[in-house]
């Protein structure tokens, strides 16, 4: 079969060019289209991502204050811990009921006591730093630690009608083997009632 096109040359190529023309329109769309959904993805993206930082933001702030609250727990739990620690050591270092018992059952009729201490040595304490500039504030200093000893013996003050009866129990003290040293501090004869006693201070060391 043979076609014949009996239309005008002229008319047929304005057809053409409005085929041509619509061709390119479509084309011009659809690539428009396919470039605009990864714009699309990017700004959907980037959106989420903004609103991601903007409640990861806060929520860093809040984990920071957290951990800085937990590490200052932990430094007083454990301060609390070694006081404890320290305070149980210095009650269980003695055995200060049988302490007293002991010296109670040493002592003579003839001697009375009036006063029983121990004697605890103290390690020496940072002395605080001034500012030389007035108005200024104090540089801080690295704190030391502060050494606590436990007590190292007893002071014994009371009053002795005599002087035997006085070296009497310092006799019985030293005989318990409680103690390294039993030291007489200072022995001095007052008036008492009607008469004198020797008023006495007794040094004993562990």
């Known amino acids: 079969m043979v076609s014949v096109n009996l239309l005008p040359p002229n008319v047929t190529a304005t057809r053409r060019r409005r085929e041509r023309?619509?061709?390119?329109?479509?084309?011009t769309a659809t690539v428009t289209a396919v470039t605009a959904i990864?714009?699309?993805?990017?700004?959907?993206?980037?959106?989420?991502?903004?609103?991601?930082?903007?409640?990861?933001?806060p929520q860093e702030a809040r984990r920071d204050g957290i951990l800085t609250e937990l590490k200052e727990t932990t430094a007083k739990c454990?301060?609390?811990?070694?006081?404890i620690a320290r305070a149980d050591a210095l009650r269980t270092k003695r055995?200060?009921?049988?302490?007293?018992?002991l010296v109670a059952e040493r002592t003579p009729d003839s001697v009375w006591l009036t006063a029983l201490k121990t004697q605890t040595r103290q390690g020496e304490r940072p002395a605080p730093v001034s500012s030389s500039k007035k108005g200024k504030a104090p540089e801080k200093t690295e704190d030391k630690p502060v050494t606590l000893d436990g007590p190292s013996g007893i002071h014994l003050e009371g009053y002795a009608l005599t002087h035997?009866?006085?070296?009497?129990?310092?006799g019985a003290l030293k005989a318990a083997e409680v103690f390294?040293?039993?030291e007489l501090a200072s022995a001095?004869?007052?008036?008492?009632?009607?008469?004198?006693a020797v008023r006495f201070v007794i040094e004993c060391v562990w």
Not at 39 to 52: C, G, H, M, P, Q
Not at 189 to 196: A, C, M
């Open 21 to 27: 023309t619509r061709l390119w329109i479509v084309i």
């Open 78 to 83: 454990a301060s609390l811990s070694t006081q």
């Open 180 to 182: 390294t040293t039993v």
């Open 188 to 196: 001095d004869k007052e008036p008492v009632l009607e008469g004198t």
């Open 95 to 101: 055995d200060w009921a049988g302490l007293l018992t």
């Open 38 to 57: 990864p714009l699309a993805l990017d700004v959907t993206n980037s959106a989420r991502a903004a609103a991601i930082e903007s409640r990861i933001g």
């Open 164 to 170: 035997e009866a006085l070296y009497e129990f310092m």
